[in-house]
């Protein structure tokens, strides 16, 4: 991979990666082998060059109401509240799109924090499922408002409802992540 200089490169290389990962998830794989990284790299490609698209959030929406009685960040049941994923306050919109049920506990600890800062707080990777709608959105963002040819210099003088520096771009093994929680 070479450097990752803008906005776009940055998006797609972890929504590439996500995908890598999430095939690995599906193969049951403790770690990432040649058909993943194939995956990866013609997403990469595929996006980059406009030849691929990312799905719309339909697909998501199915799978958020299907775990409407477990937090979309730890699995706890009961006692449920919506949570914005990128934070009102921050800019983030009060739309079904960006919420998602979490629990009481985590609702109040994630607070006004970006979902990619208050995970790394919490010293944990997101959910495949929760980053992917995350990505999703912070991608819909920077193409309506005509970001995602900014280089990362630029954008960091931008105010933006979420945490550009934050998004990953490796992905911890497979046998590290869950894609979530039912």
Not at 8 to 37: C, I, V
Not at 71 to 90: F, T
Not at 105 to 122: R, Y
Request: aromatic letters at 10%.
């Amino acid at each position: 991979m070479k450097e990752i200089r803008t906005v776009r490169e940055k998006l797609y290389w972890s929504y590439a990666n996500l995908a890598m990962a999430h095939t690995a998830l599906d193969k049951e794989q403790t770690k990432y082998g040649p058909f993943n990284f194939m995956i990866r790299s013609r997403l990469f490609k595929g996006l980059i060059t406009g030849s691929m698209n990312i799905h719309t959030l339909l697909d998501d929406e199915k799978i958020k109401l299907g775990a409407g009685n477990h937090c979309s960040y730890c699995g706890a049941g009961g006692n449920l509240a919506l949570d914005h994923l990128i934070p009102r306050y921050s800019g983030g919109q009060d739309t079904g799109d960006n919420l998602i049920y979490a629990c009481r506990s985590c609702n109040s600890s994630k607070g006004k924090l970006d979902l990619m800062v208050w995970m790394e707080k919490q010293k944990k990777f997101p959910p495949l499922m929760v980053l992917r709608r995350y990505l999703k959105i912070v991608i819909t963002y920077c193409t309506t408002f005509d970001r995602l040819d900014m280089s990362l210099e630029e954008v960091k003088n931008q105010q933006l409802p979420f945490s550009i520096e934050h998004i990953p771009i490796d992905f911890p093994k497979p046998s590290e992540l869950i894609m979530f929680y039912d």
